[in-house]
């Protein structure tokens, strides 16, 4: 056992993590060979920090898995990819039930492949009764139009008189969101070393803490996904207020 996970204390672990996977490009160019092979073994990552979140017991474990802007990739990587999730989903599915680990999509599915589609249905039905960790893969997911999408049901729910515009508040806006069932993130790690949000998760990214690492994604191990929770719980989380104020409440 690492020191960092010595060090880690249990009711300081945050309720909701989010990751930007970003790096698997870089990764495959690095070691001579495409993009989809980064791809490939950035799926390796992902089920490593899946299990180590299971075993930590965080409950909401979000992944930027495919954003709006991906469709603009060249079109044999986009194949690749939805190629990938559609096996990745398929050999992992029993692993899932095993674990008690509840998938969720977030983002317009609407707009996936067919085959990705019903693949994704058929596993979101095969885990809907697991009472564990929450994993949300973003596909198909912007944070805009997230967004924009939540504000026009809204205004129709104005046009057909169900809503007064003076009542929608919070709350009534994120029941429209893709995200409507997850909790605010408290801890956002974006690993390649790029530092922006990238259009992820807007609205629940608001009091959010953020954590850049210039680790590509395929080389995001364990021990690192241990320092950046040693990281954050060295933070002060505010939420506005004034570290007096929050000091007075302990």
């Known amino acids: 056992m690492s020191i960092i996970t010595q060090d880690l204390s249990a009711e300081k672990l945050p309720r909701h993590i989010a990751?930007?996977?970003?790096?698997?490009?870089?990764?495959?160019?690095?070691?001579?060979?495409?993009?989809?092979?980064?791809?490939?073994?950035?799926?390796?990552?992902?089920?490593?920090?899946?299990?180590?979140?299971?075993?930590?017991n965080i409950p909401f474990l979000t992944l930027y898995t495919f954003s709006t802007e991906n469709w603009n990739r060249p079109k044999?990587?986009?194949?690749?990819?939805?190629?990938?999730?559609?096996?990745?989903?398929?050999?992992?599915?029993?692993?899932?039930?095993?674990?008690?680990?509840?998938?969720?999509?977030?983002?317009?599915?609407?707009?996936?492949?067919?085959k990705t589609y019903k693949t994704l249905q058929e596993v979101l039905k095969k885990t809907s009764a697991n009472t564990g960790m929450v994993l949300s893969i973003a596909l198909n997911y912007g944070g805009r139009d997230e967004l924009v999408n939540a504000m026009r049901k809204l205004a129709k729910k104005v046009k057909n008189n169900i809503i007064l515009p003076e009542n929608i508040d919070e709350n009534k806006i994120n029941l429209q969101l893709y995200t409507n069932t997850?909790?605010?993130?408290?801890?956002?790690?974006?690993?390649?070393?790029?530092?922006?949000?990238?259009?992820?998760?807007?609205?629940?990214?608001?009091?959010?803490?953020?954590y850049f690492t210039d680790v590509l994604w395929p080389d995001f191990k364990k021990e690192q996904y241990h320092e950046a929770l040693y990281d954050y719980q060295k933070r002060e989380r505010r939420f506005g207020k004034t570290s007096e104020q929050i000091q007075n409440e302990k």
């Open 19 to 56: 990751v930007i996977m970003d790096g698997n490009g870089r990764w495959a160019k690095k070691q001579g060979k495409n993009r989809v092979f980064g791809h490939q073994e950035g799926v390796k990552r992902v089920r490593e920090i899946v299990e180590e979140s299971v075993g930590l």
């Open 76 to 114: 044999e990587e986009v194949e690749a990819l939805m190629n990938l999730l559609v096996e990745s989903l398929n050999k992992e599915a029993d692993e899932l039930i095993k674990q008690n680990i509840k998938l969720n999509a977030i983002g317009d599915l609407s707009k996936l492949p067919a």
């Open 182 to 210: 997850l909790p605010d993130v408290d801890l956002m790690i974006r690993t390649g070393g790029e530092k922006r949000i990238s259009n992820f998760l807007l609205w629940k990214l608001a009091y959010a803490e953020l």
